[in-house]
């Protein structure tokens, strides 16, 4: 079992969908959970993060972790096509130990 | 005004050559990285220096010879260069190797080198 699993997609959307992206992980060790997003040719940007369980919220942008189920979700409201990108959930047990990244998922909205 | 830059962007090559990729961040971090990108999207580190020195080595074939000679550049050197290795190769940097408790320790990635070997 991979240590981050994530459906690659692709995913495709209308304009103003409700996005839901989720990873699960199978090392209960993990305490920060990251999303990072990815346009096509360039690297990876952190959008948010938490630190434990929780939601978080960030304009458009709710990341929620469940640590009992060992599940991160990011949720994207009013997804607009400037979204369109890979967006990869990433994992690490301690600020300075390696960060562990999912696959990704792809997202496409349309117009 | 580029935080962390690489060169060459793109880099074709023949197998069995050898061949480096620079990397150079402005942003004052202590810590850097390299990360390789397969096709599939996989982003896996291989290696981090904090300081000029080596704090993480993947299971990395010892082809690929990380060299800093400064905090702020972190050099990759890869020997006889095989086709597996085609991928894209990101380097990030962050502020630190330690940080507060619930405080991530964002990492700030380069636009990444394009790697194919023929």
């Known amino acids: 079992q991979k240590e981050v699993e994530q459906d690659p997609g692709p995913l495709s959307v209308p304009e103003g969908a409700i996005v839901s992206l989720n990873c699960t992980y199978s090392n209960s060790a993990f305490q920060y959970f990251m999303w990072y997003r990815q346009y096509s040719r360039k690297g990876p940007e952190l959008l948010m993060y938490?630190?434990?369980?929780g939601n978080k919220e960030d304009g458009r942008f709710t990341a929620q972790v469940d640590k009992s189920s060992k599940y991160i979700s990011l949720f994207i409201r009013d997804s607009q096509p400037s979204d369109s990108a890979t967006y990869l959930c990433?994992?690490?047990?301690?600020?300075?130990?390696?960060?562990?990244f999912g696959p990704g998922t792809s997202l496409s909205v349309i117009p | 005004d580029t935080a962390v830059s690489q060169t060459p962007k793109y880099l074709v090559t023949q197998m069995g050559n050898d061949k480096s990729i620079k990397c150079e961040q402005n942003l004052g971090h202590d810590t850097m990285y390299w990360y390789k990108q397969d096709s599939k999207k996989f982003l896996k580190i291989m290696f981090s220096?904090?300081?000029?020195?080596?704090?993480i080595n993947e299971t990395v074939p010892n082809r690929f010879s990380p060299k800093s000679p400064d905090k702020a550049h972190l050099n990759l050197h890869i020997n006889s260069l095989e086709l597996g290795d085609s991928a894209v190769y990101f380097c990030?940097?962050?502020?630190?190797?330690?940080?507060?408790?619930?405080?991530?320790?964002?990492?700030?990635f380069g636009p990444g080198t394009r790697l194919t070997v023929l």
């Open positions: 220096y904090n300081n000029k020195e080596l704090i």
């Open positions: 990030a940097s962050s502020p630190s190797s330690a940080g507060l408790a619930g405080a991530y320790n964002e990492q700030f």
């Open positions: 938490t630190y434990s369980s």
């Open positions: 990433a994992m690490t047990k301690t600020s300075y130990d390696k960060v562990i």
